[in-house]
């Protein structure tokens, strides 16, 4: 009996990775030591009040994505960090962090109770400029993820290093979607998501070098943005080049047809000079791009994974404004 491949099978079958970068509000990332269970929150190390308070958020709805990291010291000292990306508002960038630095992970749940109420804590640290490169690497959850996203791991490691990215961090994540686009990464504090990496691509996406349509295999789009329209900035990204990369962005779905085919799409655009474009789309469901295919390892049965394509984009205005903050 041969073993069902997730990642291998999407990339048998071509499939267009775009669309598929989770619209989350809020990251809360506590790094804890591996190995982490199929459920990470049932994990050893995963201590019960933290469980607890997770499982309260999910029951409440509370729109926060946890998530499990580590890095190659996590097991080795008994300190524990803890990292928290809030969505920006409006013209947006990305997230907004806030990093806490805790003596046990123990401590994790009171840290994040209290930003939950809005209080502060003596725990956080000063923000530095980091960037943030989580690796789902949570085999236990997908094979694909053991496969690919473990060496991959070591591998963005080395690289950073050789490039002497002082301000880049590359951590093993616990799952956060998208096993069949392992090796998946999400690139904080912008929060977009990538897939199907090889080392040439992320190369290019932690240096913001080389050739730009190489987003067109590996891009899964900007989770500031509504997942059905995250197709529409990959065309302006291939349009205006890696320059995008420092632009601040808002979309929103204009109209959109009862059957979900047809959809009208805005996004917003601020320049480092302060101008102002707006661009706007006609999005159409991509028949011969949507698939029905099983979208883990683990599925039973396949889904229906419904694919965009930019029918028509108009440029409407430009306009000198003040930067916003």
């Known amino acids: 009996m041969n073993t069902f491949f997730c990642s291998d099978h999407s990339r048998q079958i071509g499939e267009d990775i775009i669309g598929s970068g989770t619209n989350n509000q809020t990251y809360i990332l506590i790094e804890c030591r591996t190995p982490w269970t199929a459920e990470a929150l049932n994990s050893r190390w995963v201590p019960e ?25 996590s097991h080795k000292v008994d300190g524990t960090t803890v990292l928290i990306y809030q969505k920006k508002e409006g013209l947006s960038n990305g997230y907004h962090k806030q990093e806490f630095h805790l003596a046990h992970i123990e401590q994790a749940a009171g840290i994040v109770r209290k930003w939950l109420s809005g209080q502060s804590s003596n725990y956080e640290v000063k923000n530095s400029a980091t960037r943030d490169i989580l690796v789902c690497t949570h085999g236990s959850h997908d094979l694909c993820c053991a496969r690919y996203g473990n060496p991959f791991y070591a591998q963005a490691v080395a690289m950073s290093e050789d490039l002497c990215l002082d301000n880049v961090r590359i951590w093993k994540s616990s799952h956060f979607g998208g096993h069949r686009f392992a090796p998946t990464i999400i690139d904080l504090p912008e929060g977009r998501y990538y897939g199907v990496l090889d080392q040439d691509s992320f190369r290019s996406i932690l240096t913001r070098t080389g050739d730009i349509t190489c987003l067109n295999k590996v891009y899964r789009g900007w989770g500031i943005l509504p997942t059905s329209i995250q197709v529409l900035e990959r065309e302006l990204i291939l349009r205006h080049g890696w320059d995008w990369f420092n632009y601040r962005v808002a979309g929103r779905i204009i109209e959109e047809s009862s059957d979900k085919t047809t959809i009208l799409a805005e996004l917003t655009v601020e320049k480092p000079d302060c101008s102002l474009d707006t661009y706007q789309a006609k999005l159409v469901k991509n028949d011969s791009k949507t698939l029905e295919m099983r979208g883990s390892c683990n599925a039973k049965q396949e889904s229906l994974f419904v694919k965009y394509s930019v029918a028509s984009l108009s440029h409407f205005s430009e306009t000198a404004v003040a930067c916003t903050a």
């Not at 933290?50 to 990291?69: A, D, E, W």
């Open 49 to 73: 009040n933290l469980r607890l308070l997770i499982q309260k958020c999910k029951s409440g709805k509370i729109p926060v994505k946890f998530l499990l990291i580590a890095n190659n010291l």
